[in-house]
């Protein structure tokens, strides 16, 4: 059975708060192709936030409206563009989750970053993560956010519950990560750029334990 992280073994895995990755998006092969090539990343952010329950860490996601223009009724993490108001990364990430799902800054403690990903809508994403309050209680917006649901930390880092598979997609085979959560009959899906998230921190941690 997959063991917990620590808080310790959690922020030895990330980059350190004060020191956001500026390395190239590490999955920038699986969509260089798909993008002109004088194209310039937009920078955006989100939090993958981690809340304590007594059965162990849960990660906070959403899932999307159907009426959004990007990514319509996907599971993601909080977060979008990084804009001219923000300090920096974090403050875009931290902004987003409150307008998105009622989360106040004060509910979250910041511990470091993931390394950065490449959407297919021409997105560099930094992913930064956090504990939550176990108090927090989502007042998701209905206008980006149908849903909010945790899922099980441990579920995500067993390797069996991560499927790979291989696509077709625009003249060449690519990598697609997926992971199955829920009932049965009404799974969550959580794929594409997310998918890729969680990938990331389970590599991650593996590298660092």
């Avoid at 993601?76 to 300090?87: N, Y």
């Avoid at 470091?112 to 990903?117: K, Q, S």
């Avoid at 297919?120 to 149908?146: K, M, N, Q």
């Amino acid at each position: 059975m997959t063991r917990y992280p620590s808080l310790p073994a959690l922020a030895r895995a990330l980059h350190p708060l004060q020191s956001p990755p500026a390395s190239a998006p590490w999955n920038s092969d699986e969509v260089a192709d798909l993008l002109p090539p004088d194209h310039v990343h937009r920078e955006a952010a989100v939090l993958v936030g981690l809340v304590p329950r007594a059965g162990g860490p849960r990660v906070l996601l959403t899932r999307r409206t159907e009426m959004l223009r990007h990514h319509p009724g996907q599971v993601s993490f909080p977060g979008g563009g990084i804009e001219p108001v923000d300090r920096d990364a974090l403050a875009a990430a931290l902004r987003e989750a409150n307008e998105e799902i009622g989360l106040h800054p004060d509910q979250a403690r910041p511990m470091g970053w993931l390394d950065p990903v490449v959407t297919i809508s021409g997105y560099r994403v930094l992913p930064a993560v956090a504990t939550i309050d176990a108090a927090f209680v989502p007042v998701p917006d209905p206008g980006e956010v149908a849903e909010v649901f945790e899922v099980d930390l441990q579920f995500l880092l067993a390797p069996g519950n991560l499927r790979q598979l291989e696509v077709e997609y625009a003249g060449r085979p690519r990598r697609l990560l997926e992971f199955r959560h829920g009932p049965g009959h009404a799974p969550h899906r959580i794929w594409g750029v997310t998918a890729s998230i969680l990938f990331n921190l389970r590599e991650r941690l593996a590298r660092a334990t």
